[in-house]
């Protein structure tokens, strides 16, 4: 059972990646900003972070930057849920440090599946 | 594998955020137009603007509704070039994507009606496409000083946005917040600083900084906010819990224009992002359903509270039980509050369309208007809101459509050539809202009115309402294009008076202006209520309906003047002057054994004359110096032969009118049922309820009675005692 901190402003999309994941009893966090997830993500662990790209205030590529510039989270694997799907975001995103690049909409079975070897691999796979 | 997700599962909240995001797209499209007429570019909403639409594109694309995400990704696309340009936007992209934010919503509510979701139209596709951002000029881009490590974070729309604020007459501030646990524990989290930030000053940019863990970020963060405030500094710090705050530097890079235009928007709404932490999204479906399982358990606390007097009258010690009934209120009580505060949204929310909807009256019309909100904090319940929304339309469509002036005419009367409309709202008590739609236009032109009405001219503002509210009355002799059919006021009191038991009024200014206003209640099904006798018949009545409950001194019944000469501002009309319908329904009518007399037909021993035969006159009573018709209802009901001894005075149009009756009962709150059969619907009768004895219970609406009696509506019956 892994902590997996699921960050949307959508609270709907939120549901729906629960949703998905339900069936591997893992603990569920949410965070509904990008200051949310580092506020979160500063005060206790996690095994993986779920992350859009397209939030207030900050998005997450501005996340992903501030987890991979802290000792403590570099290696925490984050995946990256969004609806931009083009080469040069997959491109920028993976670049910035994200462990996966996956876009809306997704299928249940592609997300469990992403989630499931992030999670035995343990580490971070870019950045 | 868990096979596919059941996106039925989601509809529903699917619906609800793209309803909110569309709402407040609208409202930021209209920022932005506002702007771009005043010369200035809007970095602000066109972000929200870019985000929302992404968002809406997502959503959609799980969901499945492709002609959805069809349309929010042209106008994704639109937007994101305006966002890399600092917010700039062509005048012409604006009503294309007001277009495009109108068809998606058509498509989502198709969807919720599970009507087929017809594809995006290719000419609005096209149209999206075809905007020509280039000739959107883009603003020059101010230099910041700040720590290198937050402007590397600034975008151009950002520093554009600090430099318009403090162009404005506002400082630009950093405030950090620095996160713990025992922050987080106490409730103090970057959420909730952003929320108390946010009510001091507009948040423009929030950085997370990396520091070393110490005592103080022990998570080795700290937020800095960079905010525009004219609020003290100490506020700002307190509001971020922060020990102080530091000025940002703002090189002056702004033209002069949009400077100059910038300190015209003092008032330019703080950061409108949505606080939506801990906000759980309810459809009104569940929360009627809990609403109708909480009316079930009033009436049994009723039949509960019967049952435990039968028991005491038969010499049953009941102190017990009645201790625990009295818990029960209690805890009932409560439990309304709560149900009652779930249904109600903001006052705020409601108007949020109205910006378009004058929008569009505005260019249908060709007349230049402003619109000014005064939206309060009130709340209203969600239906009490969707019922009334359709009149304050029909409002804002007659000031635009008839009462403000074309430009030319406006010149040439020496008024500004934009008109103003202003829509304000408060709440008068915790049972009523009053909400007003005025207008600087040409006034109503009662001598027109009148002529079209076949009457009289009207000497008071209330008698003009009357006669505007006719219906099928219209003072224009063309059916125009926004309001097609006159001036529809019949349909606004219909709402207001007859659906929501409220009250319309009217106050007019010939050349200077028109003031309609509406008081509503704040809820509908559950009311707190004067219960009380009339003769032997049981009647309730709203209490916020009631101004006062007097006691009647028989000795000092004042027999005034004949109908139609009444003193004291109390202007009684003659009988003869009633129109159309009878106020009351026939006998035999009324549901539930609560048989309402057939006009005239009053029996028992308070039968009193109609007005006019009233013993040379009408019936008053005297309070405070004011002079109050008084009507018995036990004569009007012919409920029995006991006498009024009490009175509940009720005020409508500013002149109040008293109501006899045998004796108060008491008060309690009721559940009020519709009366759905038309052939009991009538005014002044405004639904029935269940006491606890499984019989119906009237529920009177005597401020309604009161205009139907004062208008010698009731035929005959009016009555009768118009002891007043």
Redesign the interface.
Same mark, same amino acid.
């Given at each position: 059972m892994a902590e997996i901190l699921v960050v949307d402003?959508?609270?709907?999309?939120r549901?729906?990646v629960v949703?998905?994941l339900r069936?591997e009893q893992h603990g569920f966090a949410h965070a509904?900003?990008g &200051?949310?997830a580092?506020?979160t993500l500063? &005060?206790r662990p996690f095994d993986l972070v779920v992350l859009?790209l397209?939030?207030?205030?900050?998005g997450g590529l501005?996340v992903i930057e501030?987890i991979r510039?802290?000792d403590?989270l570099r290696s925490l694997p984050i995946l990256v849920v969004?609806?931009r799907g083009d080469e040069e975001s997959r491109a920028r995103t993976l670049a910035a440090g994200a462990s996966e690049f996956m876009t809306?909409?997704?299928?249940?079975?592609a997300i &469990?599946a992403s989630v499931r070897a992030l999670l035995q691999d343990g580490v971070a796979g870019a950045g | 594998?868990?096979?596919?997700?059941d996106v039925n599962?989601?509809v529903a909240?699917?619906l609800v955020?793209v309803e909110e995001h569309l709402s407040a797209s609208t409202a930021n499209l209209l920022a932005v137009e506002a702007a771009l007429r005043a010369g200035e570019s809007s970095p602000r909403p066109i972000r929200?603007l870019f985000?929302a639409l992404?968002?809406i594109?997502?959503?959609s694309?799980?969901v499945?509704v492709e002609p959805i995400v069809d349309l929010a990704h042209g106008m994704e696309t639109v937007l994101r070039a305006a966002d890399r340009a600092a917010g700039s936007l062509s005048g012409s992209s604006i009503e294309v994507l007001l277009r495009g934010l109108r068809s998606i919503e058509e498509r989502a509510r198709a969807l919720a009606e599970g009507k087929p979701v017809l594809p995006a139209a290719p000419e609005l596709l096209a149209a999206l496409t075809a905007l020509d951002l280039a000739a959107a000029p883009s603003p020059p881009v101010p230099t910041i000083g700040a720590d290198p490590e937050i402007l590397a974070?600034l975008g151009p729309g950002e520093r554009v946005q600090l430099a318009q604020g403090v162009a404005g007459g506002r400082r630009a501030l950093r405030v950090d917040f620095t996160?713990?646990?025992a922050r987080?524990a106490e409730g103090v989290?970057?959420?909730t600083v952003?929320e108390r930030v946010g009510k001091l000053a507009e948040i423009v940019?929030?950085?997370?900084l990396?520091v070393p863990a110490s005592d103080g970020a022990?998570?080795?963060?700290v937020?800095a906010l960079l905010v525009l405030t004219s609020a003290p500094d100490e506020e700002v710090a307190r509001a971020a819990a922060a020990d102080g705050v530091r000025a940002l530097t703002v090189e002056p890079a702004v033209p002069p224009a949009v400077a100059a235009l910038a300190e015209r928007e003092p008032d330019e709404p703080v950061d409108r992002?949505p606080q939506?932490?801990g906000v759980v999204?309810v459809e009104v479906a569940r929360l009627d359903d809990a609403l109708d399982k909480l009316s079930a358990l009033v009436v049994t606390r009723f039949r509960l509270a019967r049952a435990a007097a039968e028991l005491r009258a038969r010499g049953v010690d009941t102190r017990d039980l009645s201790e625990i009934l009295r818990e029960h209120d209690r805890t009932l009580r409560d439990l309304r509050g709560a149900i009652m505060r779930a249904r109600m949204i903001s006052v705020k929310e409601l108007l949020e369309r109205v910006p378009l909807v004058v929008r569009g009256l505005g260019r249908a019309t060709g007349k230049q208007v402003r619109l000014e909100i005064d939206a309060g904090k009130a709340e209203l319940d969600k239906a009490v809101a969707e019922r009334v929304f359709p009149a304050i339309v029909h409002l804002l469509r007659n000031a635009v459509d008839h009462a403000i002036e074309p430009p030319a005419e406006r010149r040439r009367l020496g008024k500004p050539e934009e008109g103003v409309v202003r829509v304000s709202c408060f709440e008068r008590s915790s049972n009523q809202l009053e909400l007003s739609v005025a207008d600087d236009g040409r006034g109503i032109d009662r001598a027109l009115v009148a002529r079209r009405a076949g009457r009289p001219a009207p000497e008071s503002d209330a008698a003009l309402l009357d006669l505007i509210t006719l219906p099928g009355l219209s003072t224009l002799d063309q059916a125009t294009k926004t309001s097609g059919r006159g001036l529809g006021m019949d349909i606004v009191r219909r709402i207001a008076v007859e659906q929501l038991s409220g009250e319309l009024a009217v106050s007019t200014s010939p050349g200077a202006g028109t003031t309609f206003t509406l008081r509503i209640p704040l809820t509908l099904t559950i009311v707190d209520a004067f219960s009380f006798l009339c003769g032997d018949q049981l009647f309730v009545t709203p209490v916020a309906g009631v101004e006062e409950v007097v006691e009647i001194d028989a000795a000092r019944i004042i027999r005034g003047p004949a109908p139609g000469e009444a003193r004291g501002g109390s202007m009684l009309p003659a009988a003869g002057e009633a129109r159309g319908g009878s106020m009351l329904p026939a006998a035999g009518e009324a549901r539930g054994g609560t048989m309402l007399p057939a006009a005239g037909e009053a029996r028992g021993g308070t039968m009193l004359p109609a007005a006019g035969e009233a013993r040379g006159g009408t019936m008053l009573i005297e309070r405070r110096g004011e002079v109050v018709p008084l009507v018995d209802l036990g004569a009007l009901f012919e409920t029995g032969a006991s006498p009024a001894r009490r009175a509940l005075v009720v005020r409508r149009h500013g002149a109040p009118f008293a109501f006899g009756v045998t004796r108060v009962i008491g008060q309690q709150e009721v559940v009020v049922r519709p009366l759905e059969d038309p052939l009991v619907r009538v005014p002044g009768v405004s639904g029935s309820t269940d006491l606890g004895d499984g019989r119906p219970t009237l529920v009177l609406d005597l401020v309604t009675l009161s205009g139907r009696l004062s208008a010698g509506r009731g035929g005959r019956g009016a009555l009768v005692w118009v002891a007043s």
């Open positions: 402003d959508s609270r709907v999309m549901e729906m949703a998905c069936a509904a900003s &200051l949310e580092i506020e500063s &005060l859009d397209n939030m207030p205030d900050i501005e501030f510039g802290q403590r969004t609806t809306k909409p997704f299928t249940p079975d &469990l | 594998m868990t096979g596919a997700l599962e989601f909240g699917y955020e929200e985000r992404h968002t594109k997502g959503l694309a799980m499945g974070k996160p713990s646990p987080t989290n970057i959420t952003r940019k929030v950085v997370p990396s022990p998570g080795g963060i937020f992002e939506l932490r999204r």
